[in-house]
């Protein structure tokens, strides 16, 4: 199937309200310093959304800065293989299966993700930050929902920090598929179940831990839902959120009686551990 490839000629500091943007088409980003690269399903993208974001970038001050060019998935595999160095994030080290560990990160949990289409190299800075509040926040054994997995990595990641079971679920049958692959790609991620679908589809019962980096709308409309999956004192890390969408989401949290425990921030983006007030 075809994917387009949107490339905006944009400076880095315009590139992170343009990924908050396309976050909910786009199954990926590849950020360089003057060109942001976002790849979108070819059913996904209009000429109403190309007209749409053109109207965006006008107003913002980048008449022509976009390009829009379609890719087959084959191409696709080559860019990501070619492009993606290894990325640290607190103890875990993201690399592709092709690529080779460096001597200085020896000390690291190495997740493999080969992304194909899906989101979740650990190369936005989302996912990077979810991957460090996650770290501390799994106690071998944990019973762990990861809502949105994209590539598996936060579900492959809590595994390894000794989970004993993580529900994954995504919306996007790409997505899914590619999960399930890197599942099956890394040594000790067979803890992980993936589920075509959201939150629903997770057989009923609580988590020791509810991850979701999605965007903002999904989140603060599934919030209810997520605070039901919760066990007494387990954390919940929502990340996918800019810095400017920090105060909604406090007050939604205080709405649905969790705590705010630890918060990080990176490159804009903000994400949060909360947990329930005790009772
Ligand atoms: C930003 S990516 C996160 C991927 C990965 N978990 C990470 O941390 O890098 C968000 C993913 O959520 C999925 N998604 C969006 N809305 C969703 C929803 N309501 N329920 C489940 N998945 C959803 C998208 O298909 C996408 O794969």
Do not use: K
């Amino acid at each position: 199937m075809d994917t387009v490839e949107l490339i905006l000629s944009v400076p880095d500091v315009d590139q992170e309200w343009l990924i908050g943007l396309l976050s909910d088409s786009a199954t990926g980003f590849v950020q360089e310093a003057d060109t942001l690269r976002a790849y979108v399903p070819a059913e996904a993208w209009s000429p109403a959304d190309r007209e749409a974001l053109s109207a965006r970038l006008h107003a913002a001050g980048y008449p022509d800065a976009l390009t829009v060019r379609a890719i087959a998935d084959t191409n696709w595999n080559t860019t990501w293989e070619a492009d993606l160095a290894p990325v640290r994030a607190g103890p875990f080290l993201l690399c592709t299966t092709a690529a080779t560990v460096p001597p200085e990160h020896a000390d690291a949990t190495v997740l493999r993700i080969d992304p194909q289409m899906s989101f979740g190299t650990g190369h936005h800075a989302t996912t990077r930050l979810a991957l460090r509040l996650l770290a501390d926040a799994v106690t071998p054994g944990d019973h762990v929902i990861d809502v949105g997995t994209g590539t598996g990595v936060l579900a492959i990641a809590a595994c390894r920090r000794g989970a004993a079971s993580v529900e994954a679920v995504d919306t996007s049958p790409r997505a899914t598929a590619n999960a399930r692959e890197n599942v099956s790609r890394n040594e000790g991620a067979d803890c992980v179940t993936v589920r075509d679908g959201s939150l629903d589809a997770v057989p009923s019962g609580r988590a020791d831990l509810v991850v979701a980096n999605i965007t903002r709308a999904p989140l603060l409309s599934l919030l209810p839902a997520l605070r039901d999956r919760l066990r007494p004192d387990a954390p919940l890390i929502l990340s996918g959120l800019l810095q400017t969408d920090a105060d909604r989401m406090r007050e939604a949290l205080a709405e649905q009686d969790l705590l705010v425990r630890d918060t990080q921030t990176e490159d804009g983006w903000w994400a949060v551990r909360a947990a329930p007030a005790p009772r």
